[in-house]
């Protein structure tokens, strides 16, 4: 493939002098366009440059020449003026028109394999790659690090507050899935990013605001700004309420839903398992509603942790996957409402009454935003033999089997994040999901989310077992923080199995929850009779640089523990304690 091969197909309806200038529907007219012209929207610079740059591997020679340190600073400083003088949603600099019709029309012809020989071309993609990520400092966000959002950012915004119907020049069609709006989002997606990573050497290590990521085909990716001024008035502390609810899971709770098989080439057709949530059953043999789980557990946790933190109530509240169905959480979004929290994060249970599949969900829910669409869980969650001997599972006749895959939908792959502080985003995962790397990790890679919450049903979050180990890939390399949490009654029946087996002199903690920093790894605990733990973070400034060498300035934030306390508060809403 060549490199006006990657032009013409990430550009379909050519390079567009005017983006802001007259309708999309209008470029469709456009028979042969030209080329030579270069977008004058950066995220669509940056989606075809990332692209020739990231199919020909040559951001392996971004690094400075240690030979010619000055000429590289001169690189930089040109970068930056460049950057600094594009500002025009019209019309690019002249540096820019340059170097991109250069790279149409005297290396549009080169192959891609050619171009890791060729510094020329190199130099050319990497000027134009840094001067896009840098003129689209901000984007995503509704607060500049340093004075006032510049017009491309400006631009975002207003296009981010439009309703669904309206259809004015400034809208980004692809919005919230792509920052990109000459490129579609079935070829390339553009996001905002956070962190850029300091490990290895990719097309990831190169942007400091810009990520590259998979077409929406493979991951439906978005983007959602729900950040608020009022909400930590301005604070770096985030405190976060987790709630590791169910305490108790009946043991009828796991039901056999397709037994094994044998199929006739010789295979055999694994066993299903599915969800009974019997754990929202109260006393008297009724569903439990959202305003009972919120009278009774959550605003009583909610109040006991402000009167820890002096007053200050907590950011957001976290429970772990499948805690509650889907009438139970709208109930208890519609109960904490007026609160004082930010956000909501929790596994759902669903029924498709559409498809007739059962649905492993995970709601980020912000209070002052409307309620954007649950993502699915992406992995199935395989349960082996000695696993379901430590939960004290026994609900297939079938004494041969020793697996069983939960039977949920896996089809839709969403993945939501949300930009819900000033330079801070953070992102759900769903158990498996943090373990594959497919799709979704080369997406949390390239944006680096400040915060990566994992929802499990699993044991104790110890850091020798499998979610430690995988958060801590991700707080080495891009430098995520990671909080996993799981729900008390699977730690209580693991740990029971442990006494059995093990009998250890000293019964082990109840490790709710892990959280994982670069660098560091803390065990949340929940001591009884608690219902509750309050996290409490810091967000710092952290420096970055690129693989070229551009700074950010210290604009990034990095989040660290501070401190964990227990709260007593609350009954317990079940009939099984």
Known sequence: ?????????????????????????????????????????????????????DHSGCYTQASPDRTDLPAHETYLQAVHDIAASWDNLLAVPAEVAELWASLVAVYGEMALEDIRNIPDVQATLFMLFAIADEVSQGMGWDTATDGELNDFATAVLISAALEPGQKPLYRLPDWPNSL???????????LPKSITTDKGCTIRSLSHNLALLPCRTVLDSEWRLVSRDAHGGGSSALRLLLVPFPYVIPPDSFVLSSARRKMKNGTTHAAFFGLDQKWLETKDGKRLTGEALAKELILPLIEAAAAQADGQKPNGVVLPECALDEDTTIGLIDALRGSGIEFLITGVLEHDEDSGRWLNQAYTLFMDSQVAKPQNKHHRWRIDGPQAKSYGLDFDPDPDNAQWWEDIDVSMRRLPFYAFRKDTSLVTLICEDLARMEPAMNAIRAVGPNLVVALLMDGPQLGSRWPGRYAGVLADEPGCAVLSLTCAATVDLSNAYYVTTANPETPPERVIARWTQAGASIDIVLPDPANGVLLTLQSNPRHQTTLDNRSDQSHARALSFVSQHAIVAGTRPDNWT
């Open 180 to 190: 990109c709006r000459m490129v579609p989002a079935d070829q390339v997606v553009v």
């Open 1 to 53: 493939m060549r490199i006006l091969d990657v032009i013409r197909q990430l550009l379909p309806a050519g390079p567009v002098a005017e983006p802001f200038g007259e309708p999309l529907d209008s470029f469709s007219a456009r028979v042969s366009p030209t080329y030579q012209t270069c977008p004058t929207w950066p995220p669509d610079v940056f989606a075809v440059v990332g692209t020739i740059i």
